[in-house]
């Protein structure tokens, strides 16, 4: 007969490479919306772009993966219902926002929905204070610099430019928007499909199967595949929200916004510090788009953006406490 907590294992495992793929098609706006709104790209070249990049970039560092895995909670102190309630709740909470189209963060999702779930089955004692400090303030102060540097960005390239007439401008940045899209979509993959690395990886020091906090190979080629194939499946509504309806955008700023982001989420990844590569792009575009006036943005749908990342930790922490007070009784504490 097999070991229930071993198959509890395997639970958890499914549902973390479940995330990943709500994750790549959830936050395929992230790397692509700015290219597809300007049509540097098509919908399809563009997804499948980021798809391939998403997988590399997931494969090259584990720093992010540690922070999520030994930063909110010691592995010993969680069993593995503990972890996949966190990780319900915050598929819930990615499948409620992407339906409505709302560019919420997977990054405060599973963090969110860890910190439910550990406060359900031991109370909040137990959680590391220390680490979800670090956490939360990179989550909050990387949209202020977000909207700062492409603000500043995009200044100077009007000033740059100044004497260029808007059509040939916009010819040649379309070119290098491609590539930015690029280096956009691997900065990507090197924040986002850690998060699940380190959930994996906290559940199998938590079973025994390993004896410290280390990924293996097999976690991350898993992880990055799983992103990459969510991210083909691609996810308009989002793109539609933060590409089309946010600011409107010219190739010039679709080059700064993803320029400014995978700069920020780039350093940040290099630090460990698991940063929201939603709330990154999301708040450049807000620079760029203050950096031609403030009508530029479409305030209204500024409004629900705001509401819905304001809303997403407690939101899955509550999804995720309710998720484990349910199935705990049958599934096992």
């Known amino acids: 007969m097999l070991d229930p907590a071993f198959i ?3 639970l958890v495992i499914l549902a973390a490479l479940l995330f990943d793929y709500i994750n790549g098609f959830h936050d395929t706006a992230n790397a692509i919306a700015t290219c597809v709104s300007t049509r540097a790209l098509s919908v399809k070249a563009a997804i499948f772009m980021a798809a391939g990049l998403n997988f590399a970039g997931a494969m090259v560092s584990t720093k992010v993966a540690s922070t999520i895995g030994k930063g909110i909670v010691d592995a010993g102190q969680v069993t593995q219902m503990v ?4 990780i319900i709740g915050a598929i819930i909470w990615d499948l409620i926002t992407w339906y409505y189209g709302l560019p919420s963060s997977s990054s405060h999702a599973i963090i969110g929905g860890l910190i439910g779930a550990v406060a359900a089955h031991e109370g909040f004692a137990v959680l590391h204070w220390a680490g979800l400090k ?6 909050i102060i990387s949209p202020v610099i977000g909207t700062a540097i492409g ?16 059509a040939p401008l916009n010819k040649g940045f379309r070119k290098l928007q491609i ?3 690029a280096v956009m979509a691997f900065a990507h993959g090197t924040a986002d499909a850690q998060k699940s690395m380190g959930v994996i990886t906290m559940a199998m020091v938590s079973y025994g199967l390993l004896p410290v906090f280390d990924v293996p190979v097999w976690v991350k080629i898993a992880c990055a595949a799983a992103m990459g194939l969510g991210t083909a499946g691609g996810g308009w509504r989002i793109i539609k929200t933060v590409g089309k309806d946010f600011v409107k955008l010219q190739p010039v700023h679709g080059f700064c916004v993803e320029t400014a982001s995978a700069g920020v989420i780039l350093g940040a990844s290099s630090f460990g510090m698991p940063v929201s590569t939603t709330h990154v792009i999301t708040s450049a575009i807000l620079g760029v788009g203050l950096s031609k006036r ?21 939101a899955s922490a ?8 349910i199935f705990s009784p049958f599934l096992g504490k």
């Open 179 to 181: 590539l930015s899209a």
């Open 83 to 86: 972890v996949f309630a966190g």
């Open 294 to 314: 403030l009508t530029a943005v479409n305030w209204s749908v500024a409004g629900r953006i705001l509401v819905a990342w304001v809303l997403t930790i407690p």
């Open 8 to 10: 509890m294992l395997c």
């Open 318 to 325: 509550i999804v995720s406490a309710m998720v484990y007070l």
């Open 151 to 166: 603000f500043v960005f995009m200044v100077i390239m009007l000033w740059t430019f100044r004497r260029t007439s808007p």
């Open 134 to 139: 670090k956490i939360v303030l990179s989550l």
